[in-house]
């Protein structure tokens, strides 16, 4: 194998130049921007004076994909926080009720028959809802299986307490409109793996020090060329191969043996190859920053019901707030958001009711729609041209965007280029 461009240096594109330049790999990295780490990284921000992260990512010990990428790249051993077991903290804003929920370790879920473990209200049986999902999703490729509101009653306690904030964090999109398929891929890697594999983890010193300037350290480390501030304005195609991939400052001409894992959004690689097949519909997440320290005690990670807050993080030095399938907030101005957010995070802990320092990061398009049609809209990493393969959390990875897609569909990408030719390629 020759030089391989990697064109993007999301997570998804770090992971492929990391699996490549793992196995000697001559590996250039290209990016339009003047960093790395896409919608995953750490960045200044002057209106709190802090440096927060351009999206809140929870994490579980059972993301494989990510934790491997980690060890790999050398990552501190401290990038991600948790506790030692899998603990969850709620509180219903509505009720003023607090509980924790406490998977045991093993794949056998006996915690579900103890109270004190379970959300306050449900029952044992209760938690055998899922079991409909799981079933509509067996034997079924990704999109084919219909909704999750088909497969499961998503109503009544237990699923406004559990359900129903787990899985709209999970695929940021209405669980009943959601794809069962990829609802049943998370919980079959995470709940239905055990308590061991569902163990939360947070990056408490940023994204960047957990994924990005670790990989990039890496990448320098085995030779790999980084290029950023390099924005693809198209591919030169050859006779069933990329020969040239234009940047705006220069052309690369492609040597026989070259080849290109393309990992850019879904809408800009769609620009490229005509006939992609690539999701079409988004979904918005609203993340609010506020430059307060949270006391002493404070949960890592808060689920909250009955609120516009979902998920409340309390970092060393602010407090985060997630809302996933927020586009009903994108037209709602940033300041009646941040106040009205704060309002509920004062409740929760007991804080000044006066706005501090804030900010609003609306993300329109953070992730695909995880309904049955776009998932089905997902193209696998191979392609058409024998030496260009795709890379993204919007590619067929069984999984919805998250942290563990990209990374999954970055080694994906690197070892198809590396595999036989032998074992096929689809088209585009």
């Not at 690539?278 to 689920?303: C, D, K, M």
């Not at 399938?325 to 000044?352: K, S």
Request: overall charge neutral; proline content about 6%.
């Amino acid at each position: 194998m020759g030089i391989v461009h990697v064109v993007g240096a999301g997570l998804a594109g770090l992971s492929a130049a990391v699996t490549l330049a793992e196995r000697g790999s001559r590996v250039v990295l290209h990016e339009a921007a003047k960093q790395a780490g896409g919608r995953c990284r750490s960045y200044y921000d002057p209106s709190l004076g802090l440096t927060i992260d351009n999206g809140n990512h929870l994490l579980l010990s059972g993301n494989t994909d990510a934790l491997g990428f980690m060890r790999i790249v050398g990552a501190p051993a401290d990038a991600l926080t948790g506790p030692d077991e899998a603990a969850f903290d709620f509180a219903d804003l509505k009720s003023g009720e607090r509980w924790r929920l406490r998977p045991n370790a093993g794949r056998l879920p006996w915690w579900i028959l103890s109270r004190g473990r379970r959300v306050p209200g449900s029952r044992a049986r209760d938690y055998l809802a899922p079991l409909g999902i799981l079933k509509a999703a067996s034997g079924k490729a990704d999109g084919a299986g219909g909704t999750i509101g088909e497969s499961m009653a998503c109503e009544g306690l237990l699923y406004e307490r559990l359900w129903s904030p787990v899985l709209l964090a999970a695929l940021n999109t209405d669980p009943r409109e959601s794809d069962v398929g990829l609802a049943a891929k998370i919980l079959r890697e995470t709940l239905g793996a055990g308590g061991a594999a569902c163990r939360p983890l947070v990056a408490v010193a940023g994204l960047s020090a957990a994924f990005v300037d670790p990989a990039v350290a890496y990448l320098e480390r085995r030779g790999a060329e980084i290029r950023f501030g390099r924005r693809l304005r198209g591919l030169g195609f050859g006779a069933g191969r990329i020969d040239r991939l234009d940047f705006t400052d220069e052309p690369v001409e492609l040597g026989a043996d070259d080849s290109v894992v393309l990992a850019l959004p879904p809408w800009v690689a769609a620009e490229f190859l005509p006939g992609l097949a690539a999701p079409e519909n988004f979904r918005s997440i609203v993340n609010a920053h506020f430059a307060v320290v949270p006391p002493p005690g404070s949960p890592l990670v808060l689920g909250v019901v009955n609120g516009l807050t979902e998920w409340l993080f309390a970092y060393p030095d602010r407090y985060s707030v997630t809302i996933s399938g927020a586009d009903r907030l994108l037209d709602v101005p940033r300041e009646d958001l941040a106040r009205q957010i704060w309002g509920e995070i004062a409740r929760l802990g007991n804080l000044a009711p006066e706005l501090p320092s804030w900010q609003i990061v609306k993300e329109k398009r953070a992730t695909f729609a995880a309904t049955p049609a776009e998932a089905a809209r997902r193209a696998g990493a191979v392609t058409a041209h024998k030496n260009l393969v795709l890379a993204g959390d919007w590619t067929a990875t069984g999984l919805p965007s998250t942290i563990e897609g990209a990374i999954r569909s970055g080694k994906t990408a690197a070892l198809a280029l590396m595999c036989d030719p032998a074992l096929g390629r689809g088209a585009a």
